[in-house]
Antibody, heavy 122, light 109 residues
């Protein structure tokens, strides 16, 4: 059974780059059946779609974050990485990685990581 | 691009049915049958409840159902139970982005 787990620093200084890794157990990014996605949730607020990477390396980002955002595959095909540059307090949130269906359960997130809290503060 | 519009809160008594709406536009909900619904309990990750407007993943109770009319999708929960109290979010594929709704807090009275 596929499981996802986020990891990375819980505290990032303003203007620096936030970097998070999502580790996939029981599967890998090489499957063309899924988009591998990032979603965040500001404290006490709703969900915000960040973007995804596909097994081909193609990416699709939320237009509101484009320019600051990079999603890439890790050196191991069982990890994908989010980098968000020039962070501000507005980027403080719980960050989730999730699997989104391409061929089945199309455009639905069927597996989620538990989420990791990232605070932007000096 | 704005989030999909959901009511901030709904409530119902055990055994009753409630419906949560999710309104988008002709560029997302209205044109694609790619709406999904998520249940989130406090401190937990969201859980997929409905996908492709009206399909239920394996293991999700048949008390949960989804539908769509025009630019508005709906999630109906019948036979409300205490454990249904949670936040619910809709999500839709769109022609220029992907959108979540603002979330609806369901209170079981």
């Amino acid at each position: 059974q596929v499981q996802l787990q986020e990891s990375g620093p819980g505290l990032v200084k303003p203007s620096q780059t936030l970097s998070l890794t999502c580790s996939i157990s029981g599967g890998s990014i090489t499957s063309g059946d899924y988009y591998w996605s990032w979603i965040r949730q500001h404290p006490g607020k709703g969900l915000e779609w960040i973007g995804y990477i596909y097994h081909s390396g193609s990416t699709y980002y939320n237009p509101s974050l484009k320019g600051r955002l990079t999603i890439s595959v890790g050196t191991s095909k069982s990890q994908f990485i989010l980098k968000l540059s020039s962070v501000t307090a507005a980027d403080t949130a719980v960050y989730h990685c999730a699997r989104e269906g391409v061929a089945a359960m199309v455009n639905a997130f069927d597996i989620w990581g538990q989420g990791t809290m990232v605070t932007v503060s000096s | 691009q704005s989030a999909l519009t959901q009511p901030a809160s709904v409530s119902g008594s055990p055994g009753q049915s409630i419906t949560i709406s999710c309104t988008g536009t002709s560029s997302d909900v209205g044109i694609y049958n790619l709406v999904s619904w998520y249940q989130q309990h406090p401190g937990k990750a969201p859980k997929l409840m409905i996908y492709e407007v009206s399909k239920r993943p394996s293991g999700v109770s048949n008390r949960f159902s989804g539908s769509k009319s025009g630019n508005t999708a709906s999630l109906t929960i019948s036979g409300l139970q205490a454990e249904d109290e949670a936040d619910y979010y809709c999500y839709s594929y769109g022609s220029s982005s992907r959108l979540f709704g603002g979330g609806t807090k369901l209170t079981v009275l």
